[in-house]
């Protein structure tokens, strides 16, 4: 009886009648779409947590090789945590400027 055990139960799409142009035609499907941008927010931030630490623990372990031994996971860090946060950009992520990429 009762409730599952597991996973919750959501979406991992956007909704698709929600129009961008007009955002408030259907209140539902918008607020939908602020959870699903949430959501999608959480993940990346989250994801950039996890880099960092990986960047600390690396750091400690490698000592006085940090910079050629963690270099991968700085790019890797530098790179999540480009356009994503609270209040930093109010703009969507598809519409931030390109990442530059290095050619080595």
Known sequence: MGRRKGVPEF?????????????????????????????????????????????RWCYRIEGVNHLQKCRHLVRQYLDATRGIGWGKDGRHPSLHGPKVEEVE
């Open 11 to 55: 979406d991992e799409t956007a909704p698709d009648d929600f129009d961008p142009a007009n955002p408030y035609k259907d209140p539902v499907a918008m607020l939908e779409m602020r959870e699903h941008i949430v959501r999608e927010k959480w993940i990346d931030i989250e994801k950039a947590k996890i880099l960092r630490d990986k960047v």
